[in-house]
């Protein structure tokens, strides 16, 4: 990419964006509309980091797509399981509209280094988040009430799990770790872009315990209030 002029550069950004946007909808990770969002993601993704921020991006598709259908018929049963048309515009842009944030802010106002990882801190929180919600549905067992730890229906606001944790974190790391090596940052700052989106994960569920049960935020604020805290503890700690 660093041989092509501007007018080249944009065309091979187009043809990235358009291919994430046909993937998602053609696996039904996304419904027209959140493929049309996703799009317009991976282009300001793909122009404040080039093609290693589209890796990043498949990167955290990949591990929500899988884990949204792992153990598909059993969230069916207890009615917790995603649409099988994929999320919508609204729900994009709020795991990712953060992210997407950070890269346009990067590349038009202020081209500084620690809002590419406060850039792929959301996104590791939004794979985190997804992964460790998903997994613990499909395999964590009784989840837990966050706030008082007592055991809840799946699919209560707040409610964790360990094995549904640990997934979120493990897909935190596995996103940084591939942030890293298509060098949107340097490897010393990894531990951050992990931690951070550990953190926003935490703080998903504490909002849904508190905030989102008592009908004062909705599911989609939490999340894009996840990743806005996921980013700022990157900024601040990098």
């Known amino acids: 990419m660093l041989l092509l002029n501007p007018a080249q550069k944009l065309a091979a950004f187009a043809v990235f964006t358009l291919l994430f946007a046909a993937l998602g909808r053609a696996v039904r990770g996304v419904t027209t509309t959140g493929a049309i969002a996703g799009a317009a993601?991976?282009?300001?993704?793909?122009?404040?980091a080039g093609i290693g921020a589209f890796v990043a991006l498949l990167t955290v598709f990949l591990l929500t797509w899988v884990a949204t259908r792992i153990g598909y018929s059993r969230k069916q049963h207890l009615?917790?399981?995603?649409?099988?048309?994929?999320?919508?515009?609204?729900?994009?842009l709020a795991n990712l509209g953060m992210a997407a944030g950070c890269a346009v802010l990067y590349a038009t106002l202020r081209p500084d280094p620690r809002l590419l990882v406060a850039m792929s801190a959301a996104l590791a929180e939004a794979a985190a988040?997804?992964?460790?919600?998903?997994?613990?549905q499909a395999v964590g067992g009784a989840p837990?009430?966050?706030t008082t730890w007592r055991k809840v229906a799946p699919g209560t606001d707040g409610a964790i799990t360990v094995a549904g944790t640990l997934a979120g974190a493990a897909a935190a790391i596995?996103?940084?770790?591939?942030?890293a090596l298509v060098h949107i940052f340097a490897w010393k700052s990894l531990a951050v872009c992990a931690g951070a989106g550990v953190a926003g994960m935490i703080f998903d569920s504490l909002l849904g315990a508190t905030l989102e049960r008592r009908r004062i935020l909705g599911n989609n604020a939490v999340n894009f209030a996840s990743t806005v805290i996921a980013t700022v503890l990157a900024v601040l700690l990098s």
């Not at 995603?82 to 919508?88: K, Q, V, Y």
């Open 144 to 146: 837990r009430l966050i």
């Open 79 to 92: 009615g917790t399981a995603e649409a099988r048309t994929g999320r919508d515009a609204l729900q994009v």
């Open 129 to 136: 988040d997804t992964v460790s919600s998903e997994i613990g």
């Open 41 to 48: 993601v991976c282009f300001a993704l793909l122009w404040a």
């Open 174 to 179: 596995a996103v940084a770790f591939v942030c």
